[in-house]
């Protein structure tokens, strides 16, 4: 027995070591996003604004992402922009919101809707709820932002499609992502850094479901924690660097994968500009100095009043004209049929979905028989026009006063009111309200309406009586056709699986550990 015993230990004793090793992790293996490796540096910086054509042959037109430092200075809101004087001159606008982590968590609800507030109630809770303005600039404002000289002419200045706002009190993260659009990015108060990744490596990312021709995207990445072993491919993305400080602009240039976190109270404005094949020089550009423009001074595509539905992420309108001209026959006619299969392959519509669109569009450009235009006609649409196109084609529910509705399940919606009027017979307004936001998780403007519609008497008392006598027709509008989204599906399919993942590797850790000891 006991030369049984000697005999195995030294057998045990005599394997090697990395018998009994735990297979060493890929570098960043559930790190944070950049520690696969080592960055390739911080991006070209400038401590001046480079003239339209040096702006297009060393950057614009390569992709170049470039640091124009101090460059947001020259902006009147730079100065200007505090709490107080954004709530004095500004309070009622209409803003979107998001919470502070990209993707994570449900919708913050505001005093104007489902991921909508005024200035002024965000300002109020924004140092302590998880709330993050992501916003069109409302048109208001747009006298104290000033377009840098670099866009003042030509090509980029004809071409100036939306300017968008960014606010909180420091503290978010955004997911990797890509942009449809070129942008300059002010910051204006606080810091960000930005982790950028040139498109020449998109290959190498793991990105969620798009059509196809898609520039915009977003990773299947936890930026806190990488999948390198389900993903291997993506240590061998490079990646540079920018960190801005209050007064600096970055360019970023279209399908430029970036991750961004902010700090401090911030404030940033985005002037996004098309994707251009080539830069025209007009009259302006032999101008011997170009300024500092503030934007009410400007043409900018897509604008935003401050209140009613936002046009936010809609379509560049000389690319539908390009899109348009693309499925032209031979005979120089476009079909609604063709036009239908044009939505299915390129923007990954079903057949149903295709032909609906397909049929709104043509009902528009072709108002007799809805089925044919020329070469001719789409030569010739104006900027409305086309901008009626896009809105048809691709218009964003979130834009609307009444994103909710398209968020909500009428039928659990209408079963959830019925319980909460039978708990007590009869419910007051106020209380519905309080029940509407915390127990549905709606807004109060919407919750307030759905309740006068249901109040028959307008007694501002809810009875069970008035809900059966009301039926479901105050509930139709949260019928609208919910959007399948397979990117985002992807998205939270992955963050269920890494949970998992971190939590296996976390308990085979512990037991390595023991097993060690």
């Known amino acids: 027995m006991e030369t049984g015993c000697l005999v195995f230990l030294l057998v045990y004793v005599s394997l090697p070591l990395q018998s009994f090793q735990k297979e060493p992790d890929p570098p960043g293996h559930l790190k944070p996003l950049g520690f696969h490796r080592p960055p390739l540096g911080h991006v070209d910086v400038f401590d001046y604004v480079p003239s339209p054509r040096e702006f297009w042959e060393k950057y614009a ?11 947001a200075n020259h902006s009147l809101g730079f100065s200007r922009w505090t709490n107080e004087y954004l709530v004095e001159n500004y309070g009622s606008v209409e803003l979107k919101l998001e919470g502070k982590r990209e993707k994570a968590g449900e919708l913050p609800v505001g005093d104007a809707g489902m991921a909508r507030d005024t200035m002024r109630h965000f300002l109020s809770r924004y140092d302590n709820d998880d709330v993050y303005v992501v916003s069109q600039l409302p048109e208001p404002m747009y006298h104290e932002v000033s377009a840098l000289p670099c866009l003042m002419c030509g090509s980029f200045k ?4 939306e300017v968008n706002y960014w606010m909180s009190s420091g503290g978010t993260r955004s997911i990797l992502h890509r942009d449809a659009d070129n942008a300059i990015n002010c910051l204006f108060a606080g810091k960000k850094n930005w982790i950028l990744i040139d498109r ?6 793991p990105l969620a479901a798009e059509p196809s021709g898609a520039f915009g995207a977003f ?6 924690k990488v999948n390198v ?5 993506f240590a061998k993305v490079p990646w540079r660097y920018a960190n801005l400080t209050a007064g600096d602009c970055l360019f970023l240039p279209y399908s430029y994968l970036h991750q961004v976190a902010s700090y401090e109270r911030n404030i940033a404005v985005s002037l996004l500009f098309a994707r251009l094949t080539e830069f025209e020089e007009d009259e302006d550009c032999a101008a011997e100095r170009l300024d500092f423009t503030p934007l009410s001074d400007l043409h900018v595509t897509w604008s935003y009043p401050g209140y009613g539905e936002m046009s936010m992420g809609n379509l560049d309108p000389e690319h539908v004209r390009v899109a348009l001209l693309t499925g032209v026959r031979n005979d120089g006619e476009l079909t609604r049929k063709d036009f ?35 070469t001719s006609d789409i030569d010739g649409y104006s900027e409305e026009k086309l901008k009626a196109i896009a809105a048809l084609l691709d218009a964003d529910d979130a834009n ?13 919606i209408s079963s959830q009111v019925a319980l909460m009027v039978n708990e007590t017979e009869e419910l007051d307004e106020d209380d519905f309200i309080v029940k509407w936001v915390n127990d549905i998780g709606g807004s109060m403007p919407i919750g307030r309406r759905l309740f006068r519609e249901l109040d028959g008497n307008r007694d501002g008392v809810l009875t069970d009586a008035e ?12 019928l609208k056709e919910k959007k399948e989204d397979k990117g985002n599906e992807q998205y939270f399919e992955e963050l269920q699986e890494l949970q998992s993942l971190a939590s296996t590797e976390e308990h085979s850790e512990e037991q390595h550990s023991h097993d060690e000891f």
């Open 61 to 71: 037109s390569k992709g170049e992402p470039v640091v124009f430092r101090g460059a």
């Open 158 to 161: 004809k071409r100036l499609l």
């Open 200 to 205: 020449q490596y998109t290959h190498l990312v």
């Open 219 to 224: 990773a299947l990445l936890d930026v806190d």
């Open 229 to 233: 072993k389900k993903f291997p491919d």
């Open 340 to 374: 239908s299969a044009m939505l299915m392959e390129h923007k990954g519509f079903s057949q149903k979905e295709a032909d609906e669109t397909a049929g709104r569009v043509f009902k528009y450009l072709d108002p007799q028989s809805h089925t044919v235009v020329s």
């Open 400 to 412: 609307t006063e009444e994103y909710e509705e398209w968020l909500l399940d009428a039928n659990q």
């Open 467 to 478: 809900l059966i006598e009301a039926g479901e027709e105050p509930f139709e509008p949260f």
